[in-house]
């Protein structure tokens, strides 16, 4: 397992927050996704044999939200 930490941009409220979990946990190879709302970051722990930078950034902005590393 690997912990990566990304920024994300457009959260402003605990909805925000649930819709950018939700999103980062429906992707392959996604064990946790937790959103730090102060900070604009989401941290993700992922299998990085099954997980893929790509599908993570598809998925939150498909949520309508903007991702960057952080």
């Known amino acids: 397992m690997q912990t990566k930490?990304?920024?994300?941009?457009?959260?402003?409220?605990g909805h925000c927050q649930q819709a950018v979990e939700a999103a980062a946990?429906?992707?392959?190879?996604v064990q946790k996704a937790t959103v730090q709302l102060e900070d604009k970051t989401l941290t993700v722990t992922y299998d990085e044999s099954n997980f893929q930078v790509v599908e993570l950034v598809a998925a939150i902005e498909d949520a309508?939200?903007?991702?960057g590393q952080s």
């Open 25 to 29: 946990l429906a992707v392959t190879g």
């Open 5 to 13: 930490v990304f920024g994300v941009e457009g959260m402003s409220c």
């Open 64 to 67: 309508g939200f903007e991702m």
